[in-house]
């Protein structure tokens, strides 16, 4: 029987349906994905600075993308069970910490060994900072809103991917004259969001569903035995009953990491060769992405499901690739990377809620956390 407060939270917009505490949560990670996203692609704009300084031809650039996706299968796993086992938050925040640190130090490599070094670390820091804070998202936000919560979330990206385009286009050329320094001031700039882990550890409550799992258990008391749960999360996920579930989400998730990585890795080197700006064309990139994450995530909760949202978008993606690649003037070029953004990135607008449903309560951490990120090493290749 519906009561009359579940009638008016659901007549409310929905952004008046979500509490102020499910804001935080959305906001503490969120940022994170930010601040990830910025560390990680600010990569893609001085591939061409590291192969100069370094003297390594193009694949050997391109392997450091490749280590730091490959990694995060490491963090996510890592993080993931600790998520599991003590909960969302304090994963998180040492993720944060993590990739902040290792980001930071790349930029004082003295040798393309050392650089490839740290980019591995980075990736376990970027692989746990997902798998921690997405159950710890969407565990906070209302069922009705996981796929809006979703698509939002997922923007973050492309909103860290779009301030470090703006990073290189206004901070890289205040040291461009200066040898060598202008790439490494771009991962130096990386420090600042670690101080983001002080307003998440005072600022954000843990998983109420982690903590109302904790309570059950323990009112189990000697019971509880019966819970046939190994003591690794990890473990669990490849139990027969949850074997298919592992690894059709991570088939389905690899498809989609190599389509993003196809389409946004050398795009921004693909502009400098050209002799183009590259701002006004990630700008065009990322809007789209940033409207077609919530956009498609928020009709994924429709009558679409995340089925037919997703299906829809990978269609629409793929007729966007003549405009995106072949277009030879200004004007479609723009419109051929916001397509790209909209639908070819907009994809990924339903996959945390998919993958975080996917799984039961006891391991949505390493679950969704092995399954994108064993996914993130194959789009890696």
């Known amino acids: 029987m519906t009561s009359r407060a579940d009638l008016v939270t659901t007549e409310l917009p929905w952004y008046r349906a979500v509490s102020r505490e499910q804001w935080r949560a959305f906001l503490a990670t969120f940022l994170g994905w930010v601040v990830d996203a910025f560390d990680y692609n600010m990569l893609a704009f001085v591939l061409i600075d590291i192969q100069q300084s370094f003297t390594v031809d193009r694949a050997l650039a391109g392997a450091l993308a490749t280590v730091t996706l490959v990694m995060r299968l490491a963090g996510g796993?890592?993080?993931?069970?600790?998520?599991?086992?003590?909960?969302?938050?304090l994963p998180m925040i040492v993720s944060i910490l993590?990739?902040?640190?290792?980001?930071?130090v790349s930029g004082f490599s003295t040798s393309y060994g050392?650089?490839?070094a740290f980019r591995a670390m980075f990736g376990i820091g970027m692989g746990g900072e997902w798998a921690s804070g997405m159950p710890l998202l969407l565990e906070h936000w209302p069922a009705r809103f996981r796929g809006l919560a979703s698509g939002l979330l997922l923007g973050g990206w492309y909103w860290g991917y779009l301030l470090a385009a703006t990073a290189f286009q206004f901070v890289y050329?205040?040291?461009?004259?200066?040898?060598?320094?202008?790439?490494?001031?771009?991962?130096?700039l990386a420090i600042v969001p670690a101080f983001l882990t002080l307003w998440i550890r005072t600022g954000v409550s843990e998983s109420p569903v982690w903590l109302a799992r904790q309570r059950?258990?323990?009112?189990a008391g000697p019971e509880k035995g019966r819970i046939a749960e190994p003591k690794i999360s990890l473990v669990r996920i490849f139990q027969r009953d949850l074997l298919g579930?592992?690894?059709?989400?991570?088939?389905?998730?690899?498809?989609?990491?190599?389509?993003?990585y196809s389409i946004s890795q050398w795009y921004p080197t693909f502009l400098r060769e050209a002799g183009r700006a590259t701002l006004p064309f990630m700008v065009a990139f990322n809007v789209g992405a940033i409207l077609g994450t919530?956009?498609?995530g928020r009709l994924s909760?429709?009558?679409?499901?995340?089925?037919g949202a997703v299906t829809i978008t990978a269609l629409l993606g793929v007729a966007a690739i003549p405009l995106y690649l072949h277009a030879g003037t200004t004007t479609p070029m723009l419109a051929g990377a916001f397509m790209m953004g909209a639908f070819g990135c907009g994809i990924w607008g339903m996959a945390p809620a998919y993958v975080t449903e996917r799984y039961p309560t006891a391991t949505r951490g390493v679950g969704p956390g092995f399954c994108y990120h064993a996914a993130a090493a194959i789009g890696s290749v």
């Open 216 to 219: 059950r258990l323990r009112d």
């Open 98 to 104: 993590w990739f902040s640190l290792f980001a930071f």
């Open 294 to 296: 919530a956009t498609w």
């Open 114 to 116: 050392m650089l490839f």
């Open 301 to 307: 909760e429709t009558r679409l499901g995340r089925r």
């Open 173 to 188: 050329p205040l040291f461009q004259d200066i040898p060598d320094v202008g790439w490494r001031a771009m991962f130096w």
């Open 77 to 89: 796993v890592i993080a993931g069970t600790a998520a599991d086992k003590w909960g969302r938050k």
């Open 245 to 260: 579930t592992t690894i059709q989400t991570t088939a389905l998730i690899g498809a989609f990491m190599c389509a993003f």
